[in-house]
């Protein structure tokens, strides 16, 4: 039994007339009449009451029309389904990013619009490292990624999607936090132990403030470590050193810690949206064209 077969039933069943059924059809009228004997004979019933003056559905097509229609009707919802994921308007798109990417306020506002017109993706988000980040897009857990410079393979390429400039997180009581808000120079806090993400959580943000230190003369000491930036930031309100992140964080208000530009002509750190260059997802296609606009379009930096 094929589509065209129903199809063609269909047709008889609402003219009751094989003539103006094969016009509607656009066949002539004796294959029409092959076909629905065909049909019966797959079936294993008659499915129209026929006389020289008339045609009339039996029982059992009258039934069958029923069932018919349903089928036709999935098939093409089924079509449907196909056209609107192959357009990234169905499916599941998986998002990974780093922890400082929601405080960047372009990221929220386009993952917002992003459900808005498709409504049916569903957006399945993890928080990663930046390391993990590319080794998910590399894995194929992650179709998107958005994360803190660091080198990447071959297979990936990024798109800049801003860059911010990186602040000294300081304890309302340390001495460099006294007086005014001006900023202070990387070397400033030579001396000082820090608090920061340990070199095996993979953030972009730790082969920065070595290469920051390094310009700046010195090594820093880390004296204590943590996986989450709330917890750096309520280490640093206790007194157990300094820090250094992305200024977004300063939205992070935190009783007993202020916030202190770093004057350092290169601290400033830059998000990036990466994926595959074969990105086969259309709802990933989508989503990096509603991120980033027509920087998509650009050619990507190399930034190994």
């Not at 990933?284 to 920087?295: H, I, N, P, Q, T």
Request: hydrophobic content about 45%.
């Amino acid at each position: 039994m094929e589509l065209r077969h129903l199809r063609y039933f269909i047709a008889v069943a609402e003219e009751l007339h094989f003539g103006r059924a094969a016009l509607a059809l656009g066949i002539s009228q004796p294959p029409l009449s092959q076909q629905i004997q065909a049909l019966e004979q797959e079936v294993g019933a008659r499915l129209f009451e026929r006389t020289n003056r008339r045609v009339e559905l039996s029982e059992a097509g009258r039934l069958f029309l029923d069932e018919a229609r349903r089928v036709l009707v999935q098939v093409d919802k089924a079509a449907d389904v196909a056209r609107r994921a192959q357009l990234g308007e169905l499916g599941e798109l998986k998002i990974g990013f780093t922890s400082s990417a929601p405080f960047n306020s372009t990221i929220p506002q386009a993952l917002f619009t992003f459900r808005q017109r498709f409504p049916a993706v569903h957006l399945n988000l993890r928080e990663m490292s930046s390391t993990q980040v590319a080794d998910g897009l590399m894995e194929g857990d992650i179709e998107v990624g958005i994360m803190r410079p660091l080198p990447l393979p071959e297979s990936l390429s990024e798109i800049e999607l801003s860059r911010e400039p990186l602040v000294a997180v300081l304890s309302s009581k340390h001495p460099l936090a006294q007086g005014s808000d001006a900023g202070l120079f990387l070397s400033a806090l030579a001396q000082e132990p820090f608090v920061f993400f340990p070199r095996s959580y993979g953030s972009g943000l730790y082969a920065q403030l070595l290469s920051l230190a390094r310009d700046a003369g010195f090594s820093p000491h880390f004296a204590q470590e943590a996986g989450e930036a709330m917890t750096i930031i309520g280490l640093v309100a206790a007194g157990l050193g300094v820090s250094v992140l992305p200024a977004s964080y300063q939205r992070m208000r935190i009783d007993g810690v202020v916030y202190r530009p770093l004057l350092d002509p290169a601290a400033v750190s830059a998000v990036w949206l990466v994926q595959r260059k074969d990105q086969r997802s259309p709802m990933a296609r989508a989503f990096v064209a509603l991120l980033c606009g027509d920087a998509q379009d650009s050619p990507a930096r190399d930034s190994r």
